[in-house]
């Protein structure tokens, strides 16, 4: 139960450089956010309901991911016949999870909630970046998961550190690393695979490898409603 609480926790230059670096940067980001469906597209999405498994050492864990944009998410978690959730919103986070011990909603830590929050932007942190005062700066590129990738150093605006791998081909996010410090891990790796369009038109990859797990999404849906009621601890 340790790994599969870890595991849900984690749900969870010069001037002249610098002008060339930003142009090459804006190019890159550019596509990629045309390569989700353009830039009027990404900016229609107000809300997603996300409903997969995830497997956590042969274990299968039913989940279904709810968020409403800048308000909150809340990861319902069925195992073994037993529900919980996780919620955070900006300024808070709860856990219910009977299947860890835990016997009323507890209160994140602070590390936990910022770390969940930062999952309310639904654009990513790329789109728009300057705007939201984030920077961002192309190292080169280099090979992950066995493909050939623009890898960017975002430093956002909260001074959280994430780095991004994107397809040189597709455009899209391949993996990314956030610097943080979570359940005792310094770094917090995902991969990202099977892209697809949803009915909607969106494109979201349906597979999300993440510590100590895989999730499996077979269903999203976008621009749903949703009641703002469920961002609270039951």
């Not at 956590?56 to 037993?82: C, F, P, W, Y």
């Not at 856990?95 to 910022?114: N, R, W």
Request: charged share 25%; aromatic share 8%.
């Amino acid at each position: 139960m340790k790994e599969m609480k870890l595991c849900l926790l984690a749900l969870a230059v010069f001037v002249s450089v610098q002008k060339i670096h930003a142009q090459t940067v804006d190019e890159i980001v550019n596509k990629y956010v045309d390569a989700l469906g353009g830039k009027e597209k990404l900016a229609s999405l107000k809300s997603v309901r996300m409903e997969g498994t995830l497997n956590v050492d042969g274990t299968e864990v039913s989940l279904t991911i709810t968020k409403l944009s800048a308000i909150g998410q809340r990861n319902d978690i069925l195992v073994m016949g037993t529900s919980g959730y996780q919620i955070f919103t900006p300024v808070a986070g709860w856990s219910f999870m009977p299947f860890l011990g835990q016997s009323a909603a507890e209160v994140m830590k602070d590390e936990e909630v910022k770390t969940g929050s930062s999952e309310l932007d639904l654009q990513g942190n790329l789109f728009n970046y300057k705007e939201k005062g984030n920077q961002l700066e192309l190292q080169g590129k280099v090979s992950a998961e066995n493909v050939d990738c623009f890898k960017i150093k975002a430093t956002l605006k909260s001074g959280r550190v994430v780095t991004y791998f994107i397809d040189s081909k597709t455009y899209f996010i391949v993996k990314s690393v956030v610097a943080q410090n979570v359940a005792g891990e310094e770094e917090v790796v995902n991969t990202y695979a099977n892209y697809k369009a949803t009915d909607g038109g969106y494109i979201f990859p349906f597979t999300h490898i993440i510590p100590r797990g895989e999730i499996t999404f077979t269903k999203i849906e976008t621009n749903v409603a949703v009641d703002e009621k469920i961002f609270s601890a039951n």
